[in-house]
Structure formats: C-alpha cells, structure tokens
C-alpha cells in the first residue's frame, strides 16, 4: 500500500507540478532573435539592423508554422480503440461471451461493451518526430535574406551589403511522451461513452547552427567575436526545454447500429477538448470533432474492419482531413491476437496548411567586380521539400494478451509508409486494460 501511495504521489507531482522553463511556443523565437539580432554585427560599420526584418519575419511565419507541426501531432495522435477485447452477444437475450479475437488496437469495431460493462485503461506512447516531408528534423535549414537598403523593390543586389545571406540549421530534436488514462461505460447495450485524459510532455533540444555566406568577392557581415579582417561567420545556439502537464482530454461516443452475421455497422465519435496548454504544445488551443462510420465482420477467429471518418480541425495552420482505418486482427492463440492496419489522413482544406515563406525562393542579381556581367542567384529559403499537402499514410502492428477474461495487454508501433507531414520513424505503443 505504501508503494502506491508513493507512485500515486509522483504522478500526481507529475502532472500539476509548475513549470520552471520558458513557455515552448518561444524557443524558436529565442533561436532566430538571437542569431539575427544579438549574435550579428556588421564590421565595420554599424549596419547589423539590416536583418531585424528577417527576424520579425520568423518570428511571424516560421515559429507559428513549426509550433503548429508540433502542437497538432501530439494533441491528435490516434487513441486506442475503446473495445473490450472479450465482447458480448445480446442477441439472445442474455450476455454470451466472444472470445474469437481480442481485437485491433487503433481501428474500432462496430461492437461495444454491453450494458452496465465498464472498461478501464492505461496506454503509453512515444513519437521521436523526427522527420518532416522526409527531411530530418535535424537538418531543416532556414535561409534569411538581408533588407532592401534601396527600398525599390528590385531583386536584392543593387547594393554589396543585400548578397550576404544567413542560413540557419535548427538541429532540432522535438518528442512527446504520450501517458493517456481512459475509462469506457456502455450505457446501453448498443451504446458505449468513454473519456480519455492524456498527461504529455513534451521537449526540444538542439543546437542551431547559422552561417554567413556571401559572393566571392567576401562578405560584408559579421558575427560578434570576429574582426574585419578575420570575421567570424558561424555561431552556435544551443536550446534544451521541456513541458508536462495535461493534453486535450478526448471524449468518445461509440453506437452500434447492425449486429449481424454479414456485417457489423457502427459510429464513433470523438471530440478533442482544448484543455491541454497550447503554449507548451500539450493542446492546439481548439476543440477537434471527429465522426466515423465503423464497419466490421466475424468471419470465425478473424475480424476485417475499416472506420471511414472526417477530423474537423479548425486551428490555426491546420487542416480538416478525411481518415481511414483499414486491417483485421486475427486469433493466433488462445488469449493472443495479431493486429494490422493502415491508418491514411488526407487534407481537404489546404489554404491554412503550413506555408514557411510566402515564397520558397530568392532572387538576388551579383554583379561580378571588374566585368560588365551580372549573375540572376536563385536562393532556396529552405530545404524543406514543397508539397502541394501533407496527406500521410501508416502502418500499425500490434498484439493484445489476454491472460484472464478481464485483463488485457497490448504492444503495437505505427511506422509511416510516405513522407507526408511530422512524423515519427517509430512510434510504439503499450497499455493494459481491466474490464468490470
């Protein structure tokens, strides 16, 4: 008893502790404010402002762009499903047990609990994300131009000072401890109401790497710490912080529709609440609908099911998308099923997906000293590749062990199958469930 009292102190230590680190939707801000403002100094001359737009400009496009990417992976990760592993056919009037499969772990099944049955459950997932479109999230490299000292819009160039360029490599390592607390009552026998309430942390840790570089004829700026002869061109920003506290808590209403031996036809809905804090990337700050039409079969010791749905997803720099959950799971022993699917989301509202820059490249004119000849630059602003959206598609393998009738286990990792969007290269998932 003492044991889970100390446990049961910890994690509640865990959850309502408070904060000693900066909110994390500024760390991105910390990191181009200090390499485009604090860390540059031009030498000679006292021209170091010429970049104070490009850092106004991150600060407005790109934090919120990458804050979103993060916020909106960990606040909308799939739930396990909120079956019971052993179900019950009422069909005859009294509660017979279905042991054939123990059932998928993301995908839901048109079959719920039963009347008066309650499900409770703990589950455990973490994402690395750590690739963005393919890209490692540790190479994405930002690229900043210098003022229009004329202020005649012409492509930069016209004076020396406008061919240096900054490139800035974030380094970043971004991942979310997922520990998620679910309980599910079936109100009736064809009626299931579950809430799910997600403890996350959340952390960033890199170190930003930025680079001067300029035409041939030599660069005109410098970081602080060099000199005019011997400038100094590179400075390293090292940033480590973290957040924990409580995410979106899901609510969840499954209903069952058809029960029957060619078919099984149910829907799902599911509402995220926006009570997780938006600043430290535990919530997107917004409620997100979700309903689904779920259908499925027995066919003796092996269940195909597909959950068709649309996510209604009304933050900033987000999109609604439709999503599908198609797979089987499958009996191999006694108390031990196998479960496969593929989980696909693709955008339908593209005008508010996450755009870096207004545009992705630069065009700056270098005239090369002593010739009449000058050189069209065609800058990347980014090595982030372009897509016309973020659609992903994943593959989930998973198994649920049942060692008694109210006890069941489960493994499962979800690995991407395309480059859409953040993801992680593997993000694996347990938990336990008991049912009453």
């Known amino acids: 008893m003492k044991r889970h009292g100390v446990c049961l102190a910890g994690l509640l230590a865990l959850i309502f502790a408070s904060p000693t680190y900066a909110q994390l939707d500024k760390v991105f801000n910390r990191v181009f404010d200090q390499v485009l403002r604090e860390d540059l100094k031009l030498s000679p001359g006292v021209h170091a402002r010429h970049y104070f737009d490009a850092a106004a400009s991150a600060d407005m496009v790109l ?7 993060i916020a909106g992976n960990v606040s909308s990760f799939p739930l396990t499903s909120t079956i019971a592993g052993v179900t019950y056919d009422f069909s005859t009037g009294r509660p017979v047990p279905i042991t054939e499969s123990l ?3 993301f995908a839901e099944t048109a079959e719920t609990l039963g009347k008066s049955k309650l499900n409770l459950g703990f589950e455990y997932t973490y994402l690395n994300l750590n690739k963005f479109r393919g890209l490692d999230t540790k190479d994405i490299r930002f690229t900043f131009a210098h003022e229009d000292v004329l202020k005649d819009g012409k492509p930069l ?3 020396p000072f406008e061919l240096d360029l900054i490139d800035v ?7 979310a401890s997922i520990f998620a607390f679910f309980l599910t009552f079936g109100v009736l026998n064809n009626f299931d109401v579950g809430v799910a309430v997600p403890v996350v942390n959340v952390g960033l840790s ?3 790497q930025a680079v001067i570089r300029g035409p041939s004829s030599g660069i005109f700026h ?10 100094n061109v590179l400075v390293r920003e090292a940033y480590d912080e973290s957040a924990t506290g409580l995410g979106d808590i899901a609510l969840r209403l499954k209903y069952s529709l058809v029960r029957g031996p060619e078919i099984n036809l149910g829907w799902l809905v599911d509402v995220r609440l926006p009570t997780g804090k938006k600043e430290d990337f535990l919530g997107t700050g917004e409620t997100n609908v979700k309903i689904a039409l779920i259908a499925s079969r027995k066919i003796a010791q092996f269940t195909p099911h597909l959950n068709l749905g649309y996510d209604r997803r009304p933050g900033a720099l987000d999109s609604d998308e439709l999503e599908f959950i198609a797979g089987f799971d499958q009996k191999m022993a006694e108390g031990l099923t196998l479960a496969v699917d593929f989980l696909g989301e693709i955008d339908v509202t593209n005008d508010d997906d996450i755009s870096f820059f207004p545009e992705e490249t630069l065009t700056i004119v270098e005239k090369q000293p002593g010739l009449n000849l000058t050189i069209n630059r065609l800058e990347d602003l980014t090595n982030i590749p372009q897509r016309g959206d973020d659609n992903t598609l994943s593959a989930s393998f998973g198994v649920r062990v049942a ?3 109210n006890v069941l286990f489960l493994g499962n990792i979800l690995v991407p199958m395309n480059d859409g969007g953040l993801r992680s290269s593997v993000a694996p998932t347990l938990g336990v469930t008991v049912n009453f």
């Open 63 to 69: 934090t919120p762009g990458l804050n979103a990417l």
């Open 103 to 105: 059932g998928p772990i």
């Open 157 to 159: 160039g016209d004076d």
């Open 169 to 175: 490599n974030l380094g970043l390592d971004a991942s």
């Open 206 to 208: 890199g170190e930003a």
């Open 222 to 231: 410098s970081f602080a710490g060099g000199t005019a002869r011997n400038p």
């Open 403 to 405: 060692p008694s009738e």
